[in-house]
């Protein structure tokens, strides 16, 4: 997974994409969308994700 930090400062998204595919689409994801998802993987939301995050 890869995404463009640089873009959602200036644009208001997110966009992430498959980053062994960078010419494929990319999800675009409002700012708030992509801090409050990343906020629940962090904090256990998720617990059988909860590895990705450190």
Do not use: C
């Not at 400062?9 to 595919?21: F, N, Q, W």
């Not at 629940?40 to 059988?48: H, K, S, V, Y």
Request: charged share 15%.
């Amino acid at each position: 997974m890869e995404f463009a930090p640089s873009i959602a400062t200036t644009a208001g998204v997110v966009p992430v994409r498959d980053s062994k595919h960078p010419a494929g689409p990319a999800l675009v994801f409002p700012v708030e969308g992509w801090d409050t998802f990343t906020t629940a993987l962090r904090i256990g939301e998720f617990p059988r994700f909860s590895f990705i995050v450190p």
